[in-house]
């Protein structure tokens, strides 16, 4: 493995629950003149996970490997050239899953003229040991959103499942992991999204000092599409990165009020407590749920093994199981 080096500008990497904020911090530090956060690559949770049987030291099972990335629909939201990335990737030596994504990562940053590179996929916190592992002098930025909101953004998102309680638990299991792993490590700074979109300058001046750089006022003013690329997008996801160049807004920290049913609280207060009211989100003080609550509990759960039963006879992935991350094959198309 070829080693990053300590002299090389620190990687920043954007992490947590999706719908966190991930894509308005995006945003702000794309704005920056020497930050450039690629797309979502899903490198980790997705690319290394279906091909982890191929060794990409072997020049056949690397070629395999990068025709899938490089032909897929995902590689060509970057908006880089294939042949110039794999050049990079074979000049750092033997490939290895290090190599492809410094190189893929860094040819993005070089055609926007960028010198400092930075990856937003929020499901890649569950990948932190591997990339400080790779780039021990990366810079963390971990998001936290109120488990409420997040619950009430999954259920309108076309990617994920409407089930209450696998967010609620998503939720709960990845705070766990911070806290347990990463709460003490320097290089990792928690966010939380309510605080930010209130304050977002003194949050700005913050996680510029933590990053290294020097905070400038286009990081809020000058947001826009062209440190944002929308290259063959379409539906969703550009209505969302829109959405997330509009001005900074406090409105939508308690939108969730009006979006999910009251025994839909109740049972993710339920799920994510303790540390929901550790983090200011939800009462100190526990309360059992209500019997409407338990029953919706309940018929969900069910709901979810009727649904990975099909799943499975349609061999299809379970409803909840690719939060955040839709994969594609090699002619780029959705499955």
Request: charged fraction near 20%.
């Amino acid at each position: 493995m070829t080693l990053y080096s300590a002299a090389s500008p620190a990687p920043i990497f954007i992490v947590g629950m999706p719908r966190s904020g991930t894509t308005l911090l995006t945003s702000m530090l794309s704005a920056h003149p020497r930050i450039a956060i690629a797309p979502e690559t899903h490198y980790l949770c997705y690319w290394m996970r279906q091909y982890k049987t191929l060794d990409l030291s072997s020049p056949k099972d690397f070629e395999t490997f990068w025709q899938a990335v490089s032909r897929s629909q995902r590689f060509s939201y970057f908006g880089i050239n294939a042949h110039k990335t794999r050049e990079r990737i074979l000049a750092k030596g033997v490939p290895s899953h290090q190599h492809v994504l410094w190189s893929w990562l860094e040819e993005y940053a070089h055609t926007i003229n960028k010198p400092r590179w930075g990856e937003k996929t929020p499901l890649h916190y569950q990948h932190l040991d591997s990339l400080l592992t790779w780039f021990p002098n990366a810079r963390i930025v971990w998001m936290l959103r109120d488990p409420r909101a997040v619950t009430a953004s999954l259920n309108h998102v076309p990617w994920a499942s409407s089930y209450a309680h696998i967010h609620a638990q998503k939720w709960q299991e990845s705070l766990t992991h911070f806290e347990q792993k990463w709460q003490k490590d320097p290089r990792v700074m928690l966010l939380q999204y309510e605080a930010f979109v209130q304050q977002p300058e003194s949050h700005l001046i913050d996680l510029c000092q933590f990053l290294d750089e020097t905070y400038i006022p286009q990081m809020l003013t000058a947001r826009n599409e062209d440190q944002n690329l929308l290259t063959n997008r379409q539906g969703w996801a550009v209505k969302h990165l829109k959405t997330a160049l509009q001005p900074v807004s406090a409105k939508s920290i308690t939108k969730w009020q009006q979006e999910l049913a009251h025994h839909q609280i109740e049972i993710v207060d339920a799920l994510t407590f303790p540390q929901a009211a550790n983090y200011g989100y939800i009462s100190t003080t526990s309360h059992p749920m209500s019997l409407r609550a338990r029953l919706g509990l309940a018929l969900d759960k069910l709901r979810v093994k009727l649904d990975r039963k099909l799943a499975r006879w349609q061999k299809r992935r379970p409803s909840g199981e690719h939060i955040g991350a839709a994969p594609f094959n090699d002619t780029g198309d959705k499955r």
